[in-house]
């Protein structure tokens, strides 16, 4: 009777999640530039894009007067996150309405399943004058 109740008691232990494994991080950093210049004051923003569901937002700022920029966030989750960069800005823009919306896909190896990132992702420097693919254009962020 003893066995049994060990094993049932490993048996349930089994199904419940751990929440040090649950936990995932991931951090960016890197600087923008729009032509030959720092590209200050853009939007910088990190997700995690979803297959089911709403994308979440792990962390958003803006890039400081020398365009540089540094994120950092996670979530709970069984599935590992699929994390993007999203830069929102006005460069090489003239007057249209709204601002170019670029995205960059953080590689997976650098997403830690800790609450906070075991590395900081370095996208160096990226360059906004640069017509991206699949770029699009975004009215709100």
């Not at 996150?81 to 919306?101: F, G």
Request: with cysteine; glycine share 8%.
């Amino acid at each position: 009777l003893q066995m049994r109740l060990f094993f049932l008691l490993l048996l349930c232990l089994s199904f419940l999640p751990s929440s040090a494994f649950l936990q995932q991080s991931v951090g960016v950093k890197g600087k923008l530039l729009c032509g030959n210049h720092n590209l200050a004051g853009a939007k910088v923003k990190l997700w995690d894009k979803n297959k089911i569901g709403q994308d979440d937002l792990l962390e958003e700022g803006v890039t400081d007067f020398n365009g540089n920029f540094q994120l950092q966030g996670g979530s709970n989750g069984v599935f590992k996150m699929n994390v993007y960069l999203k830069v929102y800005h006005d460069c090489e823009d003239s007057i249209k309405p709204c601002q170019r919306k670029v995205s960059f896909r953080i590689p997976d190896s650098f997403v830690s399943r800790s609450s906070t990132p075991a590395q900081i992702f370095n996208a160096s420097v990226l360059n906004m004058a640069i017509r991206y693919p699949d770029e699009e254009r975004s009215c709100i962020n």
